[in-house]
């Protein structure tokens, strides 16, 4: 422990430069001082009760440089795991991990597991949470509380509200306050605004939340701060590809043809709604009488022109089409990585809840509707 400290206040004592160096060059000083670390680790005995909280130090240690430790750190993360499920700070640090390279979904799973291995849930905030994360959201707090001007603290706290986030239901003010804590780390400490880290995982959230042309602008950002970086640039490409390819599916619909594409025009029959069919019922609604932002006790039904998803599978995005020939995205969320539905269905979503996007970014225009779905378990798909 003290020697990740000590590592950590190093990385802190180091003057940024500018273009930024190489992380990948051996000679690099925080790179040098990281496998110095390393091998002091090695050398500390360590009893067998033991090994899993020195892996998960190991894995805090690598993650000082993570363009070049970040591979190792998930390997250690998950031998730590398998000596001890229960380890909340490894399942913690392996959702930190994933997330930073996109991997939503394993994000996710990794910060559930931080609440079901260590078996401790209790309220927290109005929603659940779990001790560990309660522990490092406590940590921070007091952190920035301690010393306000500390853009490391701020950050630190932004990405616990992002764990807390995403073990807790999702809730919106969870990514409120993680978004609150990285504007304040950047306005507080040049330091922190110059952390392509800090840029990467805001974007990751934005584009979580459909903010999509903040998440290209951050993705920009962190590439412009870490040059020999892959990450943001590949980030970048996949969600501008992802954007493209949406628009021009919905401007052609989904790109069918001829005898295909009348099959799916026209009204779709109420009973496809299923459950929401019927006196009591939401109302039937195209897409035009729906209104920016929530639409309760309304339900829109098309039929699937195409579905669509980024690497990574989030979000999972279906182009609908309703009876009178208007098209939206749908896009869905915490889905399965099997579920998915195919062209031709008849998709009921109830209570919509549409945007009207209009993204600008180098000289490129995304403009759709949009409607987002938090779980695929209140769709109706033909009818079920």
Avoid at 2 to 27: E, I, K, M, Q
Avoid at 116 to 128: N, P
Avoid at 208 to 236: T, V
Wanted: net charge positive.
């Amino acid at each position: 422990q003290v020697l990740v400290t000590d590592l950590y206040r190093f990385r802190d004592t180091l003057t940024p430069r500018d273009p930024p160096g190489d992380p990948n060059d051996p000679a690099d000083p925080l790179v040098a001082e990281m496998e110095k670390t390393l091998k002091l680790m090695e050398e500390v005995q360590v009893s067998p009760e033991g090994r899993g909280r020195a892996l998960v130090l190991r894995a805090r240690a690598l993650g000082v440089a993570p363009e070049v430790g970040g591979a190792r750190a998930e390997l250690a993360l998950g031998h730590a795991l398998k000596l001890d499920p229960a380890l909340g700070a490894a399942w913690r640090q392996l959702g930190e991990q994933r997330w930073r390279r996109g991997d939503i979904r394993g994000a996710r799973d990794a910060f559930g597991g931080a609440l079901q291995q260590v078996g401790l849930l209790r309220s927290f905030g109005g929603h659940w949470g779990g001790e560990a994360l309660r522990e490092s959201l406590a940590q921070a707090e007091a952190a920035v509380r301690s010393d306000p001007s500390d853009g490391q603290s701020w950050y630190v706290l932004g990405n616990a509200h992002v764990s807390l986030y995403f073990a807790g239901g999702q809730n919106p003010g969870s990514a409120r306050r993680a978004l609150a804590a990285y504007a304040q780390a950047e306005r507080v400490d040049p330091a922190a605004a110059a952390n392509p880290d800090l840029h990467l995982n805001r974007a990751t959230l934005l584009q979580y939340l459909e903010r999509f042309q903040a998440a290209l602008e951050g993705l920009s950002r962190a590439a412009e701060l870490a040059p020999s970086w892959d990450e943001p640039r590949k980030r970048h490409g996949n969600l501008l590809e992802f954007l493209s390819r949406l628009c021009s599916l919905l401007a052609n619909r989904g790109k069918l043809r001829g005898k295909r594409r009348r099959g799916l025009a026209g009204p779709v029959p109420l009973p496809l709604l299923g459950p929401l069919a019927g006196a009591g019922g939401p109302r039937p609604s195209p897409i035009t009488a729906l209104r920016p932002g929530p639409n309760p006790q309304r339900v829109l039904l098309g039929r699937v022109l195409f579905s669509l998803a980024p690497p990574g599978g989030v979000p999972y995005a279906v182009g609908l089409q309703d009876g009178g020939g208007a098209v939206a995205a749908v896009t869905v969320y915490n889905a399965a990585p099997a579920w998915g539905v195919t062209v031709g269905d008849a998709l009921g979503v109830p209570d919509p809840v549409l945007t009207q996007h209009q993204h600008q970014h180098q000289g490129q225009t995304f403009s759709f509707l949009g409607i987002r779905v938090s779980s695929p378990l209140s769709l109706v798909v033909n009818g079920k």
